[in-house]
């Protein structure tokens, strides 16, 4: 009896430790069960919010220089005086370089001696001509001294002739050396290069004693005063932007002042990528406070009002170049591609993907997917 009682008691045992047992294949299986399940996240989450809105846009744009222009030597030549340098203020005519006038002066003079000589020698020409015209024309025509006369008349003939061959010579000779006179004059005055516009010098190219070749760029003149600037408008406003409106910016380096300009330009096309209109503002700047190259935060005022569906900004997020905000759906996340409008504070108007009454995601945005399951927590 007591042996029996203890072999009940070690089938027992065995059978207990078999059932806590599991197989390695059991164990992973059970891990894999755990692991599968998804993370629930803890995201913020709030309504649309609908908001009357007085009609403007929010871009951003550069302030430019009004006109740029390269300016160049007419002539080959040595740089003798230079009368700017960086940054320099210039009006329209201003001398900016001087080239060597020595050689062009010199090609003057021998121009006009030249000239002069030709002249001298044409005068001469033409007397001789007068002379033996007048012989060949005052002949005397007797029958006994025909014979005589008609071989003064031949030689005078032929001498009227070659006089006459003299004169177009001389003629030709006047006007080439007028041509290079005239040539020599102008490389004068083209030694000396003038400001073709008035504005700042932004480069200058070369440097006093250097020779300089035709047509080589000597100078970069900017306008600055006035400026323009440059903006691209979305398609679905372009309809709304006139000429001759008023258009507001500021700049990250004068935050506490605020600037206008006037609309007086439009691209002839939109752009094919971003389906966008360029657009440009005059801008007055007598002060020189603004520079081209600025960035420029505008606002174009409609002066009509609206009511806008709103989300926060931060809700939004750019993947590969689309715009997206996250909308809760049966206790998921849904992505949606969005199209935006104007800014109001920390809000941002929707105007496509979203509609009225949806629940944004605000939170955890780069933790999210399709799908993804989350747990709301309104704020």
Do not use: H
């Amino acid at each position: 009896m007591k042996k029996l009682l203890i072999l009940t008691m070690i089938v027992s045992l065995t059978l207990s430790a078999c059932q806590r047992a599991q197989t390695p294949a059991q164990a992973d299986t059970n891990t894999s069960q755990t692991a599968a399940l998804p993370t629930v996240l803890d995201v913020s989450t709030t309504p649309t919010i609908e908001r009357n809105l007085s009609s403007s846009l929010e871009l951003t744009g550069t302030l430019e220089g009004q006109e740029e222009v390269i300016v160049s030597s007419e002539i080959d030549g040595k740089i003798s005086e230079m009368y700017i340098d960086l940054g320099s203020y210039i009006k329209k005519g201003d001398k900016l370089f001087s080239l060597d006038e020595r050689e062009f002066s010199w090609r003057v003079d021998q121009a006009q001696a030249i000239l002069k000589s030709a002249e001298i020698a044409l005068g001469k020409a033409k007397l001789d001509f007068e002379r033996t015209e007048k012989l060949f024309q005052d002949g005397v025509i007797s029958r006994q001294e025909y014979d005589r006369t008609r071989s003064l008349y031949d030689q005078t003939r032929a001498r009227w002739e070659v006089s006459i061959a003299q004169v177009e010579a001389y003629r030709t000779n006047i006007t080439q050396a007028s041509a290079s006179l005239q040539l020599a004059q102008k490389q004068l005055e083209d030694a000396v290069i003038y400001a073709p516009i008035s504005g700042s010098i932004k480069e200058r190219l070369v440097s006093a004693g250097e020779y300089v070749k035709k047509g080589q760029p000597v100078a970069r003149i900017i306008q600055i005063n006035p400026l323009r600037l440059r903006t691209n408008v979305p398609e679905q406003y372009i309809q709304q932007v006139k000429a001759g409106e008023t258009i507001d910016f500021q700049v990250d380096s004068l935050t506490d002042k605020k600037f206008q300009g006037t609309i007086n330009r439009f691209s002839p096309a939109l752009d094919k990528s971003s389906r966008s209109l360029t657009i440009e503002a005059s801008i007055a700047n007598p002060n020189l406070q603004l520079k081209p190259g600025m960035f420029a935060r505008t606002k174009l005022s409609f002066g009509t009002t609206k009511t806008a569906l709103m989300v926060p900004e931060k809700a939004v997020i750019t993947t590969v170049g689309l715009k997206k905000v996250y909308v809760l759906v049966d206790g998921k996340a849904q992505p949606r591609e969005v199209s935006l409008g104007q800014k109001d504070g920390d809000l941002i108007e929707v105007l496509t993907g979203v509609k009225p009454g949806e629940i944004v995601i605000t939170s955890s945005l780069d933790k999210l997917a399709d799908g993804s399951p989350v747990n709301p927590q309104a704020k």
